[in-house]
């Protein structure tokens, strides 16, 4: 068994998405285990107030202003990190979400879907996954080296209503996780290993107001997903970091192309 069992101190981690909510629990939960993290998002002001926040905690971040699904923009950033950091050991591709104008509205149906919408949240989840690791990844070949974690969720087994895009973006993320992780064991060797989170629910910005109403009640919706989760209760955003850094430390050596739920039990759940 290695020593340092679930050690990545040292490790040059990027967090896309790195400023959000779930993407700035893992950026901070990886740094204080001591790896450096480059905050990748795509707006400058709130990269730059998550880089100075672990500064302040003194903790090693550099921000990198990038949209995702540009690949100049990437390169650009890959280029930043190996010319501070000289390597990069972790990939955490959180940058997603939905959108609004592909949420099917509660009095609406299929047919109302716009699909100028659809094509703009597959692409932002799909492709906003894929581009980064087709960038980011080149360095991890390079090396032999490195960890790559997607964030899917619990939609991907079990598709929620009204939200028919984010649903299958997810579900093909686990499965491009899968054949990356193929592709990078029998191509580069066994260092390099591609898994993937599917968080539950979690409130964030993105989400807060079809759970929550302008009282912080639970909407009709938020009570349907409280009701199907056994622990009933949203996750804490600090509750992925233990599944974050297992993957990426040595005790997940033989570990690739999984996707871990963090979800209170949700997808274990019948229903009744
Ligand atoms: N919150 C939940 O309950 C939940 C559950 C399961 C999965 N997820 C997934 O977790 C991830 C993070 O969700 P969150 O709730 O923290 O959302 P969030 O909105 O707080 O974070 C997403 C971040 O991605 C950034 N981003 C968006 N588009 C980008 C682009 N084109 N380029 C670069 N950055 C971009 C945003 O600026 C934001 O900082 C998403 O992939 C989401 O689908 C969330």
Known sequence: MKKNLFSIHDQVAIITGGAGVLGGAIAEGLARAGAKVGILSRTAEKVNKKVADLKSQGLEAMPLVCDVLNENQLEAARQNVMDRWGRIDILFNVAGGNLSGATIGPEQNFFDLSIKDFDAVVALNLKGTVLPTYVFAQQMAEQKRGSIVNISSVTAPR??????????????????????????????????????IAPGVF???????????EHNELTARGRTIIDHTPMKRFGEPKELIGAAVWLCSPAAAFVTGIVVPVDGGFTAFGGV
Not at 160 to 181: D, L, P, Q
Not at 203 to 213: A, H, T
């Open 159 to 196: 598709p929620f209503t009204r939200v028919v895009g984010y649903s299958a973006a997810k579900a093909a993320i686990e499965n491009f996780t899968k054949w990356m992780a193929v592709e990078m064991a029998q191509k580069y060797g066994e260092e390099i290993r591609v898994n993937a």
């Open 203 to 213: 409130i964030g910005e993105q989400n807060r107001r079809l759970l929550l109403d």
